[in-house]
Structure formats: structure tokens, C-alpha cells
């Protein structure tokens, strides 16, 4: 598989990763009425992500691509199962509060994945990494307490199990790190695929919803594994302090997206959301220090 190892170039391609995902928000504002077609967009998105992903694999390993499902384990099942939870919350979660909030509670996985990590990989956790953790919880606190127009609570506990899914990801890529990282991406969307092909049984509903939002599914869900790849292959070029930074381009795009005028959205973030922003981001600031000063490199492959 291709490697990077030119800091110059990584860094250019880990930003382009996050400004694509950035565009997620953006894209399911434009669809019509994503809340009333939630299983049609996640059986879409994940059939997408499946697709994309294992002609990638295809391209990059040849035809035995196919032989890394049967190295996955305990840990790649795990890990694409919490990613799909992660993917079916996100829609639950944008659909029911601002795509501010959505972003800012997936912007707290770096500290559920450290919680996970100590929790169930007895990884250690530095006093420094708690104080940026309680700066964390006292955003996540504030943006909770502003959450009081209808659905709006429950589109935030949306986004905390969202992000927590991702954080169960991410631990699993550690658990056993010998894991094929895409084919565990793939699992989750083959994941989504199935749980939301069972549900729309379930629910007797079509499984495919208009053209124009069926379209705008399977936009978003390419976004997310071309952002996926090319954040990838930038990743073991750059310390884990500045992936952590790069990293929020999606999360200040996301929000810039929805609200700028032109768009034609205009959603303007609430203060507490703001005020609760402005905890996170100084605690991943001050994490993504302290991830320096360890010099420690993450890659997702």
C-alpha cells in the first residue's frame, strides 16, 4: 500500500480530508426531509462507503483484497460495528439539533478514546490529558444546558453516542493494531447496509427514497471515503499533535458551511453552543500540545 512520508504533502491532503468531510452537514441540510427517510439515507450512505472502499482495496491490493476480512477478528468486527453505530447516530443527531452541535460533540472523540482506552486497554492517562478531559465535559455541559427547543436533547445524545462509536473505532484499531483498517471501514458500512435494510423491512418501507436524496446519500457517503483515504495516507507523515488540529478543519468548516448565507442555509449557532465550542477547542488545543510534547505518530493504515 501506497506510504507518504513527506510531512509537505501530508499535510495539504490531511486538510483536503477534513474540509470534504466538512461538507457532510452541508449535504444532508440540502436533502429533503432527511428526518421523515433515516434508514433510506443509512442503507445509501453504507452501501456507498462498502462499494468505495473495497474498489479501493481492489486497486491498491489486487484481486486477494478480499483475504484482509478474514484477519479482522474480535477487534475489526467490534470496531465496524461501533462505527456503524456511530454513522446511524450522526443522521439521528444532525436531524434533530444544529450541525454545530453535531460537529462539537464529534469533536470529543479524542477524549472518549481516551477514557475507552484506559477503561478497557488499561492505557494510562496523564494528569495533563484529565485536565484537557474536565475542560471537555465543562463545554459538553454548557452545550447540554442550552439544548431546550423541542428534539434538540435528543439530537445531542445522538451526538455523544456518535462520537463514542467512533471512539469505539478507534480503540479497536489499537486493541489489536495488525487489524486491515479499511476492511474494518467497510464492515461498518456493510453494517449500516444490513441493519438498515432490516429495519426498512421491518417497517415495510421502500428501500430506496427520491432520486435527489438517494443522490445526495450516496454523496455523502463518497465524501466520507475519499476524506477517509486521503486522511489515511497523510496520517504516518504527521505527529499526532497536528492531526488533532488538521483534524478540526471539519468541524469549523462544518459549522461555516450550514451558517454562511450564500449557501442559502444560515443556521447561526446558539451562545451556549458557541461558549461550549470555545471549551472544546481550547482543550483539544492543549490536548494536541501535550500529544506533541510525547511525539506520538496515529495512522489509520
Not at 501530508?10 to 468531510?21: E, K, Q, S, Y
Not at 452537514?25 to 421523515?36: A, K, T, W
Amino acid at each position: 500500500m501506497f506510504e507518504l512520508k513527506n510531512e509537505k504533502i501530508a499535510i495539504p491532503l490531511v486538510l483536503f480530508a477534513g474540509l470534504l468531510w466538512s461538507f457532510g452537514p452541508l449535504v444532508v441540510r440540502y436533502m429533503n426531509e432527511p428526518n421523515l427517510v433515516p434508514w433510506q439515507y443509512i442503507f445509501g450512505r453504507g452501501l456507498t462507503i462498502f462499494i468505495i472502499l473495497n474498489l479501493y482495496l481492489y486497486f491498491e491490493e489486487g484481486i486477494n483484497f478480499y483475504k484482509n476480512y478474514k484477519k479482522i477478528g474480535k477487534s475489526g468486527l467490534v470496531g465496524g460495528v461501533g462505527l456503524g453505530i456511530a454513522m446511524i447516530s450522526f443522521i439521528y443527531s444532525i436531524t434533530n439539533t444544529s450541525a454545530a452541535i453535531t460537529l462539537l460533540c464529534l469533536a470529543a472523540m479524542p477524549f472518549f478514546t481516551a477514557l475507552l482506552a484506559f477503561l478497557f486497554l488499561k492505557e494510562r492517562i496523564s494528569l495533563n490529558v484529565w485536565v484537557s478531559i474536565f475542560i471537555a465535559t465543562i463545554g459538553i455541559v454548557i452545550m447540554a444546558i442550552g439544548n431546550t427547543e423541542k428534539n434538540s436533547l435528543v439530537g445531542f445524545i445522538f451526538g455523544i453516542t456518535s462520537s463514542i462509536g467512533f471512539s469505539i473505532f478507534s480503540v479497536s484499531l489499537r486493541w489489536r493494531k495488525e487489524t486491515p483498517k479499511f476492511t474494518t471501514v467497510a464492515v461498518a458500512g456493510l453494517f449500516c447496509f444490513i441493519f438498515a435494510s432490516v429495519m426498512i423491512l421491518i417497517k415495510n418501507q421502500p428501500f430506496f427514497a427520491t432520486s435527489y436524496n438517494s443522490a445526495m446519500f450516496s454523496l455523502h457517503g463518497t465524501l466520507v471515503c475519499l476524506g477517509l483515504i486521503l486522511y489515511s495516507i497523510g496520517s504516518k507523515a504527521i505527529p499526532a499533535a497536528e492531526l488533532t488540529l488538521l483534524s478540526l478543519t471539519e468541524v469549523i468548516g462544518g459549522i461555516f458551511w450550514v451558517w454562511l448565507p450564500l449557501l442559502g442555509i444560515n443556521e447561526v449557532p446558539s451562545t451556549n453552543t458557541i461558549v461550549g465550542g470555545f471549551f472544546l477547542f481550547v482543550s483539544l488545543v492543549y490536548y494536541s500540545l501535550i500529544m506533541r510534547w510525547n511525539k506520538r505518530y496515529i495512522a489509520l493504515n
